[in-house]
């Protein structure tokens, strides 16, 4: 029986305790992605159209909105249909894309502040010849040209908001909460790891170098937020529109970067459109829960609109005079009741036809000829007969 021992004339390199390791199997890749890698040109070509026609559309939409005098706005949207396994952060470190929003399904909403996407452009091209670095234009399967936003809207819109759309009348007036991104195409460098070789005055410098990059780097993001908070503010005010409301998103006990702000609006439909379709860093568009809002009163007076009748009062029934702020003579509540010929202004220097009433909210003499014809209690539902 040989001799027992421990080996010493084979010394260790490492020793380490724990549980075993195995190394994970490797991961079929995806069919679409495989088939973009052995037809190179098929694929750079078929994504190189699509950007063409995509920019070419953007900028003559920028070319319209400077023509109707409308306020600039900077950057592009880009709708993306991408390998699920793809790190989104490979479109920004690679293509210098800013990641807006991002679904399940493989549907990626990036912007460029490039609208010539030449980044992008020249990825493509070094796919062609299997250039190191351009690896990942496989995994883009598809850039779509979306050019009425459709697929982009249902990805940042809500529900309710999506299925209105179209519906939206431009002197709407409606709240909603606009979520905006400034992540941009930076990021923090990770601390270094102190090398135990190095003096102290080496380590002192690394540190430094380390902070001042970071400092730098957050200044940036602050200055990108200010940037883009005065875009959204010149596109409010250019339709008359109101912030109720500034929020950041980020939890004030937390350490993390704000990627992202949001501002509760108060804008007319024409300008909510020209905002969402106009602005490419805008991922969430919502209606707030936690107040009555213009559209969500709309909406319940078109219920109620659709479940009563009101009839006229007979031709014997006696007339009444308002003299006041003037009556919204075509809200439905009161219309068949109002004796529209007799209708007369009296202030002077304005049309003896302007009988409007503009006491804000709702009206004065809205209100007192409704008392006349209803009563106290309005009407909900049913068909209602006017009688004075």
Known sequence: MPPTHKFEYLPLVLREQGPARFPQAPQDENPLTQANKTHRPTHSDGLSTNATRVTSNW???????????????????LLLKVDTSLDLDDLRKQFEFEIVCEEEDGFVIVASDDIDLTVLRKKLTDFVTSVTGSGSVA????????????????????DSLLNEWRSIADNSINICDVSVGCVGTWEIPNKPNRNPRWKDETWARKENEWSNRRIEAYDKWDALKDERIQAIHGIIDHYGGEVLMNVDNVDVKALTL????????????????????SYPYIFEVVEPDDIETPQQV??????????????????????????????????????PGIDKATSHCFLPGISDTDVADYVR????????????????????????????
């Open 258 to 277: 704000p990627d992202s702000f949001t501002l509760r609006l108060r804008i007319s439909g024409n300008g909510l459109k020209d905002l969402v379709l």
């Open 139 to 158: 995994r883009i399967h598809e850039l779509r040209e979306d050019f009425t936003q459709e697929e982009r809207l249902r990805l940042i819109l809500s």
């Open 361 to 388: 909210p709702g009206g004065h003499g809205t209100r007192v000829a409704g008392a006349v014809l209803h009563g106290d209690v309005i009407p909900k539902a049913g068909e209602v007969q006017l009688e004075t």
């Open 298 to 335: 709309a909406r319940d007076l078109k219920v109620v609109q659709s479940q009563l009748t009101v009839l006229p009062p007979p031709e014997t029934a006696p007339a009444v005079c308002v003299i006041d702020s003037g009556i919204q003579e075509e809200h439905f509540l009161l219309e």
């Open 59 to 77: 900028k003559s939409k920028q070319i319209a909105r400077e023509q109707a005098g409308l306020p600039s706005i900077s950057g592009i949207p």
